[in-house]
């Protein structure tokens, strides 16, 4: 079994691109969820951010990158420096889909991402996603297996064994790892949104540059493959 933590970025708000995207840790993922649990600990422990509200919504919820003040996003963000993972993320600035609805839009975009990630891991018996809690998945979930089976097929062209899909709605509380992905597509949404900068002088290059080595495949439906590992930025 192979397990993807997964979550969607930009959704609600129009001047953000929409992305979704998973992490994959591999064979240590207990071991990252015990490190980022750990990390968690001990930053609650500090003592002179007691009473910031940013700082106890992390303590309550534990880690999101739109949210945690530099003392937390900073040694979370080192520590993705010493993990291994990789990350898969499709992206979109709406202009493809000028008709569709957000809701729709996020349906087509994980079932594409999911598509070819059962198709990459063919082999496997099954997996498992575990997707973040919001009100737009409640309704998609259901609908996953199936259509993300279709689309790959679809995608081979021919009839295609396919690993089970599992999908499941977690809590940041339930595994601390789907923090991965969150910062991950932050870092890309701030270096997109910034006109893709290329110059170390940008620090949302600089901020992308740090994630870009996790990234298998960075995918726009406008622009087609912008990172991945056989072909990076740098």
């Known amino acids: ?19 979704v995207g998973a992490v994959e840790l591999g064979e240590d993922a207990d071991d990252v969820e015990k490190k980022i649990r750990d990390l968690h600990r001990d930053l609650c422990a500090r003592r002179s951010l007691a009473g910031l509200p940013s700082f106890e919504k992390f303590r309550a919820n534990g880690f999101h990158s739109s949210t945690d003040p530099r003392e937390v996003s900073g040694p979370f963000t080192e520590l993705m420096q010493k993990i291994f993972f990789r990350t898969y993320m499709v992206t979109t600035n709406r202009a493809r889909f000028p008709n569709a609805s957000e809701s729709d839009l996020i349906e087509f975009m994980y079932v594409k991402l999911l598509s070819d990630l059962s198709i990459r891991h063919r082999r496997e018996a099954e997996l498992l996603c575990c997707i973040e809690q919001s009100e737009d998945m409640k309704a998609i979930l259901s609908r996953l297996p199936d259509s993300v089976a279709r689309q790959a097929r679809k995608t081979v062209g021919q009839p295609i064994s396919l690993p089970r899909l599992n999908t499941t ?66």
């Open 169 to 234: 709605m977690v809590g940041k509380r339930d595994y601390m790892s789907t923090a991965i992905i969150d910062y991950a597509m932050a870092a890309v949404s701030r270096w997109l949104n910034a006109g893709r900068p290329t110059s170390t002088e940008s620090y949302f290059y600089r901020a992308f540059s740090d994630i870009e080595s996790s990234i298998s495949l960075l995918y726009s439906f406008e622009d087609g493959r912008i990172s991945s590992r056989k072909d990076p930025l740098h």
């Open 1 to 19: 079994m192979l397990k993807l933590f997964m979550d969607e970025s930009g959704n609600g708000n129009a001047s953000q691109p929409l992305i």
